[in-house]
């Protein structure tokens, strides 16, 4: 536990807090676009996503303060508390009220992630791995980006199209994530070192890529379905770069590994079942007529 950088796990839990009210913030943005019209057009026009990009950008440079002070084994699975923290907040905003059960959910996922920090106790790895070793990991995350995308243009399903863009939104996110480390430490070196690497360009796309299918995923489809894709599939995507490409490792015996691919498992699965708890949620009675996912069944609902 004294080798845990704290700073770095500290600049991660606001990155999260941050990130949070974005989501909730663009979410609902994004849903007021009817499906059909030209979205970031009408999204550039709208304070309340302005609103949320400003949380993201805070978020971001949070998530790069701690990505400079610990490894992304350590800072992309604590993003996973976003939800933990939009609960409050899609209860405010809804009028809808926090179950007890809600708050378990909260508690086991936040267990969970104390399992893998404190057990786990992931170690740093480098940050200019030769792009030789990026190449295979890299073609086979955009392989399944790629998949995503085309299921969810084919699909006819709301929600299944809000999934899956949210998922290949999530690993580009964590694409640009496992690269942050380095780009940052390249304007060190000047602004010539930053033009000339490719790491830099392939953050800037796999960044806007990503922002443009998550706002894709919130139009389109509920937010119980997209953001905990989104949020999950981010630090998977980070953590398998860390992994195969910066070796980055867990530094636990084979009982410990055990327990921290079990806490894995529990932060995926306590994820979706938080999102999809406060998406089911009933309102107070007599606000059903002031919420804005009072809508017909086939409309994007909002938060």
Same mark, same amino acid.
């Given at each position: 536990?004294?080798?845990?950088?704290?700073?770095?796990?500290?600049?991660?839990?606001?990155?999260?807090?941050?990130?949070?009210?974005?989501?909730?913030?663009?979410?609902?943005?994004?849903?007021?676009?009817?499906?059909?019209?030209?979205?970031?057009?009408?999204?550039?026009?709208?304070?309340?996503?302005?609103?949320?990009?400003?949380?993201?950008?805070?978020?971001?440079?949070?998530?790069?303060?701690?990505?400079?002070?610990?490894?992304?084994?350590?800072?992309?699975?604590?993003?996973?508390?976003?939800?933990?923290?939009?609960?409050?907040?899609?209860?405010?905003?809804?009028?809808?009220?926090?179950?007890?059960?809600?708050?378990?959910?909260?508690?086991?996922?936040?267990?969970?992630?104390?399992?893998?920090?404190?057990?786990?106790?992931?170690?740093?790895?480098?940050?200019?791995?030769?792009?030789?070793?990026?190449?295979?990991?890299?073609?086979?995350?955009?392989?399944?980006?790629?998949?995503?995308?085309?299921?969810?243009?084919?699909?006819?399903?709301?929600?299944?199209?809000?999934?899956?863009?949210?998922?290949?939104?999530?690993?580009?996110?964590?694409?640009?994530?496992?690269?942050? @480390?380095?780009?940052?430490?390249?304007?060190?070196?000047?602004?010539?070192?930053?033009?000339?690497?490719?790491?830099?360009?392939?953050?800037?796309?796999?960044?806007?890529?990503?922002?443009?299918?998550?706002?894709?995923?919130?139009?389109?489809?509920?937010?119980?379905?997209?953001?905990?894709?989104?949020?999950?599939?981010?630090?998977?995507?980070?953590?398998?770069?860390?992994?195969?490409?910066?070796?980055?490792?867990?530094?636990?015996?084979?009982?410990?590994?055990?327990?921290?691919?079990?806490?894995?498992?529990?932060?995926?699965?306590?994820?979706?079942?938080?999102?999809?708890?406060?998406?089911?949620?009933?309102?107070?009675?007599?606000?059903?007529?002031?919420?804005?996912?009072?809508?017909?069944?086939?409309?994007?609902? @909002?938060?």
């Amino acid at each position: 536990m004294a080798d845990l950088p704290l700073a770095a796990v500290g600049c991660a839990f606001i990155g999260a807090v941050m990130f949070a009210v974005s989501a909730v913030a663009q979410q609902r943005a994004a849903a007021d676009v009817p499906e059909g019209d030209a979205l970031l057009a009408r999204l550039i026009r709208n304070p309340r996503w302005w609103a949320g990009m400003v949380g993201d950008a805070g978020g971001f440079g949070f998530q790069v303060a701690a990505l400079a002070l610990g490894s992304v084994l350590i800072v992309q699975p604590i993003l996973v508390t976003a939800l933990v923290f939009a609960l409050p907040l899609a209860a405010h905003y809804s009028g809808r009220r926090v179950t007890a059960g809600m708050w378990a959910q909260a508690g086991a996922l936040s267990i969970a992630l104390a399992v893998f920090l404190v057990i786990g106790n992931p170690t740093e790895g480098h940050i200019d791995a030769p792009w030789h070793h990026w190449l295979g990991p890299l073609i086979l995350l955009c392989v399944l980006i790629a998949a995503g995308i085309g299921i969810a243009l084919v699909v006819k399903a709301p929600t299944m199209q809000a999934l899956l863009l949210g998922t290949a939104a999530g690993l580009l996110f964590g694409i640009s994530s496992a690269l942050t @480390e380095h780009v940052t430490h390249l304007f060190a070196h000047g602004p010539v070192a930053v033009l000339t690497n490719w790491e830099t360009y392939t953050l800037v796309a796999t960044g806007l890529i990503g922002l443009y299918l998550q706002q894709r995923a919130y139009q389109v489809g509920p937010l119980s379905a997209s953001f905990p894709a989104f949020t999950v599939a981010e630090p998977i995507g980070a953590a398998f770069i860390g992994i195969t490409v910066l070796d980055e490792r867990l530094r636990s015996g084979p009982i410990g590994t055990g327990l921290v691919l079990l806490a894995v498992a529990v932060m995926c699965v306590e994820a979706v079942r938080l999102a999809r708890a406060q998406a089911v949620e009933k309102p107070a009675p007599g606000e059903e007529s002031e919420l804005p996912d009072a809508k017909p069944a086939d409309a994007s609902p @909002e938060r």
